[in-house]
């Protein structure tokens, strides 16, 4: 790979990681809700996760779709139905003092997992591997994954951050409803794009 795409990548990875989306609402929500140090395995397994998605999808996966274009449909409807349910969960998450006995952040594996129902991570990835992976040899498909991991895990880090630093903020119950109830609208709102491309 040349450094000039070897830089786009870097910038298109840096650009889709950091910018708004299912991923980085629901971390700055966990960052208000339960802080920075219980939300690392959600940001690890955004990070890993969404690395290990880049791998399946170059190895052959975005193939599935254009076989059987039914699967993308079914993919859809679970992404969106998934994505209701985090949101409700959002709008009613317990107040912070609360939240440490009552809720919990999501574990690694569940962030990892919901790459595969989040559309935005859907698009990044079928993006990055038809882009800058147009041979779809290994060592390019495993050098987009790498540059993704890399850029991804302090992008999404920093949504964490906000959220925690938001939380003193947030220590009245009122206004901490009132926040995730803004952060589930905002999670429905990065809907639109798949709603009504």
Not at 64 to 72: A, D, G, K, L
């Amino acid at each position: 790979m040349t450094y000039e795409l070897l830089t786009a990548l870097a910038a298109f990875a840096f650009v889709t990681s950091i910018t708004p989306g299912p991923n980085n609402l629901m971390l700055m929500a966990s960052g208000a809700n339960f802080g920075f140090r219980r939300t690392i395995p959600h940001m690890l397994g955004v990070g890993l996760g969404f690395v290990f998605m880049v791998v399946l999808i170059g190895a052959g996966l975005a193939q599935v779709f254009e076989t059987y274009p039914i699967s993308y449909q079914v993919l859809k409807v679970v992404s969106i139905a998934y994505l209701l349910y985090l949101a409700w969960k959002i709008a009613t998450a317990a107040p912070p003092g609360e939240a440490e006995q009552a809720g919990t952040p999501l574990t690694f594996l569940q962030a990892a997992l919901f790459q595969w129902v989040n559309p935005k991570a859907w698009a990044m990835a079928l993006t990055a591997v038809s882009a800058y992976a147009p041979s779809q040899s290994f060592g390019a498909i495993a050098l987009v994954a790498v540059i993704f991991g890399l850029v991804n895990v302090p992008s999404v880090g920093s949504w964490t951050i906000l959220g925690q630093q938001m939380r003193r903020l947030l220590s009245n119950p009122s206004r901490l409803r009132a926040f995730n109830v803004v952060m589930a609208v905002l999670l429905l709102g990065s809907l639109y794009p798949v709603l009504f491309p």
